[in-house]
């Protein structure tokens, strides 16, 4: 099939909305949001990989077996998570006052929770909650905008993505600021696609998209108890072709990982590792994560210390094979690099990396001569504001 290059919108406010058959709403009391998303489609999900689960992802894993979902409802300020029989009854229930508000069957709506581990939800409030959206789901930038913002916690600024191919669309909000490692991170991630794509093969794609994009992200090295990407298929757009599905999925998912490491509890810089050269992809996804979630790498990108002494210490625990006389690493902006490593021999001046450095990104890139294997991770530098956001979480 002859396409154009897929045009990737990481800032449009209206992403999931200016989607066929999507429609969205959301409201905020506090740090108690809800938002609802309404579409009918084939779907599938990619959960987290704690063995403590929240009761809605429990709920969920049974649910997304029958590969459809005609809505979403999601709240923010409690994972409901350590609940029990009582939370997993929550979540049939949030499913059922979704329903009565977006009048489809309960049994076809998905939930997701994110928030503080450990505490019911307030039923009577998602109650309320959902009774006010009941006519207020839409398709205009506001709804989204809504929407959005209702799923955010620590979060200093609202994800969206979109993605436009040869004929379909792709587009996706999410959350996530903190405790962000692989298999997910505290995120939730909402993706919908008018393109039409069975349910089998929506799973297929978007694990390997998760695994290049969210799985590659890292704020804190935690894994979330309540992680959840979900991807629905209107089909409003008819068949497409597979490949060019499956990059523009991974375009998406990649804007969207990014956004969360720049929006990382406390961040003031993104790290972007690059991996190149490695033995193959599982190493380089290796090298790249471990570097990413070092808190030597991180505190070293905090100060602008070119101290890449820590970036090779840490690819050299990542499990991946390389052999430190061979390797070479740059430090750079995004737009310029400056070598630190050639080969194994040290550089002498530093003071070029360093000065590239003081910017909103560093960027690294490190060359294992070993292969042709080649991945990228994001994270975030570690600040005294990660400290201050999480030291007093609860109180």
């Known amino acids: 099939m002859n396409s154009r290059p897929i045009s990737e919108i990481p800032t449009q406010i209206r992403s999931i909305c200016a989607i066929q058959g999507v429609r969205a709403a959301g409201t905020r009391d506090g740090k108690f949001g809800l938002s609802l998303i309404e579409a009918t489609g084939d779907a599938a999900a990619v959960f987290t990989k704690n063995i403590v689960i929240a009761e809605p992802v429990r709920l969920m894993r049974e649910r997304i077996q029958q590969g459809k979902l005609f809505g979403i409802v ?45 505490r019911y939800l307030d039923m009577p409030l998602i109650t309320r909650q959902c009774k006010s959206l009941t006519g207020a789901l839409g398709n205009t930038p506001a709804c989204e905008h809504a929407a959005a913002d209702a799923i955010l916690t620590t979060d200093l600024f609202q994800k969206h993505a979109l993605v436009q191919a040869d004929g379909f669309s792709i587009g996706g909000i999410c959350k996530g600021s903190g405790m962000i490692a692989p298999n997910m991170g505290t995120m939730l991630a909402f993706l919908y696609t008018d393109a039409k794509i069975p349910a089998d093969q929506l799973k297929t794609a978007l694990q390997s998209a998760v695994d290049e994009s969210f799985n590659m992200v890292v704020v804190d090295g935690d894994t979330s108890t309540n992680d959840a990407t979900f991807l629905t298929a209107t089909g409003e757009a008819g068949r497409v072709d597979s490949a060019l599905f499956q990059e523009a999925l991974s375009s998406c998912c990649k804007s969207l990982a990014r956004q969360i490491a720049i929006d990382g509890e406390g961040a003031s810089k993104l790290i972007t590792v690059h991996v190149q050269d490695a033995k193959n992809v599982q190493d380089a996804r290796h090298a790249a994560w471990t570097i990413a979630s070092s808190p030597l790498v991180k505190t070293a990108v905090y100060g602008s210390d070119p101290n890449w002494g820590r970036i090779i210490a840490a690819a050299g625990r990542s499990g991946c094979e390389f052999d430190p006389n061979a390797i070479s690493c740059w430090i750079g902006n995004g737009e310029e690099f400056a070598i630190v490593c050639t080969k194994g021999v040290i550089s002498q001046d530093l003071s070029p990396a360093k000065a590239l450095m003081n910017g909103k990104e560093v960027v690294i890139l490190l060359d294992l001569a070993e292969g042709t294997g080649c991945a990228t991770a994001w994270g975030c530098d570690l600040t005294e504001g990660y400290i201050d956001i999480n030291g007093r979480y609860t109180t």
């Open 74 to 118: 999601v709240n923010s300020g409690c994972a409901n998570v350590l609940t029990g029989e009582r939370g997993y009854q929550d979540a049939l229930f949030m499913t059922e006052c979704a329903a009565d508000a977006m009048q489809i069957d309960a049994k076809e709506v998905g939930v997701a929770s994110t928030g503080v581990i450990g």
